[in-house]
């Protein structure tokens, strides 16, 4: 089993002056801790699980692109970007950037978009959940034609292209991950068009399993091997030495041990790389017991 770290909370004391410090030590600790990837949260308001809008949220692929500039190895994704914020042309030629400067180490993460609140605020079109998917499929089938190298006019229902012409390619194509959970459509496009798919672990392993099970009937569906699919499932997850300390967040941490246990669980089911966010994250010290866990699940 993989891991990798998601960043989704900024809100640190004496912010904003103290994030671009703070992030650049979680970078080169998540890197050094043996972690596969590092992943932000593509939103521009704080969402509400976490917090108020008003609290402290980046701009992914700019946050990202600094990421790149402060690692060597590790690979760089927003989970997930929102279809709607920005055009299938202009994503693609964003996720490439970023893939040539990092060396090769983008992920392109993807999904319908929910968050309504901020595309009211921010003036950004929210197309009812049809339409969303509707494109989300377009944005799906434009970019894999750009990292194609294919510049033949691209004419959907809602986007046209005249020339998708994408100069430079990537270093290494970025893998495709679409994020949710919906049977009909959402892993349906998985089986389709993605190389991973990336699913909430509160669900329970039962509801994981089945979803997993889903996704490889659509893709006997369409003669495609369900293994060249990465199955991933994004978690939280706060490391203290003997486990058991109330957190910030009001969550309980786990001793390595412990989280070895539950990520265990996940990987019987199935589960190919854990993302999770984690509530002692600008901790230095929670790092050496991520470097333990890394080293101790490799084999899950």
Known sequence: MKLGLQVSHWSWPDAPASIGPTFTRIARDAEQAGLSSLWVMDHFFQIPALGPPEAEMLEAYTTLGFAAGLTSSIELGALVTGVTYRHPGILAKTVTTLDVLSGGRAWLGLGAAWFEEEHRSLGVAYPPVTERFERLEETL??????????????????????????????????????????????LRLVARYADACNLFDYSGP?????????????????????QEIEHTVLSRLALTRDGGETMCTGE?????????????????????????????????????????????????
């Open 141 to 186: 089938q434009i970019i894999g034609q750009m990292w194609d190298g294919d510049e033949t006019p691209y004419a959907g229902r809602h986007y046209r292209l005249a020339r998708p012409l994408n100069s430079p390619q990537p270093v290494r194509r970025p893998r495709v991950l679409i994020g949710g959970g919906g049977e009909r459509k959402t």
């Open 206 to 226: 039962g509801v994981l399993r089945g979803k997993f099970d889903v996704l490889a009937r659509h893709c006997a569906d369409i003669g495609r091997d369900p």
């Open 252 to 300: 309980i941490s786990l001793s390595v041990a412990q989280a070895v246990d539950k990520l265990g669980a996940l990987a019987e089911i199935g589960t190919d790389t854990v993302y999770f966010a984690m509530a002692n994250v600008t901790d230095p010290h929670a790092y050496d017991l991520v470097a333990e866990l890394v080293e101790q699940v490799v084999d899950l």
